[in-house]
């Protein structure tokens, strides 16, 4: 088992900054963040890998999204830079176990508007 808590959501305008925060209360978990806006079925944004892979993002937030860890701090970032009205969403971070395709722990998800 693994709780997740979100932070750093808020409401900005178009091409304004935010920085999402997901901290696990258990290491050796890969986390990710995903996305759902209202309508919409959710969608991953970004995905850590285990190791040195490189990290996953969609291709709509590539150049504009940044996802990082701290493992020190079992704690998993989401830099979001020059942010559109498509990107408004509730966030969610997950985790899974490394060698599982299954996301199995969820958090409570953190809301981001963006205004045009």
């Known amino acids: 088992q693994v709780q997740l808590v979100e932070s750093g959501g808020g409401s900005v305008q178009a091409g304004g900054s935010l920085r999402l925060s997901c901290v696990a209360s258990?290491?050796?978990?890969?986390l990710g963040w995903f996305r759902q806006a209202p309508g919409k079925d959710r969608e991953a944004v970004a995905v850590?890998?285990?190791?040195?892979?490189?990290?996953w993002l969609r291709d709509s937030v590539q150049g504009r999204f940044t996802i990082s860890q701290d493992k020190t701090k079992n704690t998993v970032y989401l830099q979001m830079n020059n942010l559109t009205p498509e990107d408004a969403a509730t966030y969610y971070c997950?985790?899974?176990?490394?060698?599982?395709?299954?996301?199995?722990?969820w958090g409570q998800g953190t809301q981001v508007a963006v205004s045009s």
């Open positions: 258990a290491d050796d978990y890969c």
């Open positions: 850590m890998y285990q190791g040195t892979g490189a990290p």
């Open positions: 997950a985790a899974r176990t490394c060698t599982s395709h299954q996301w199995t722990y």
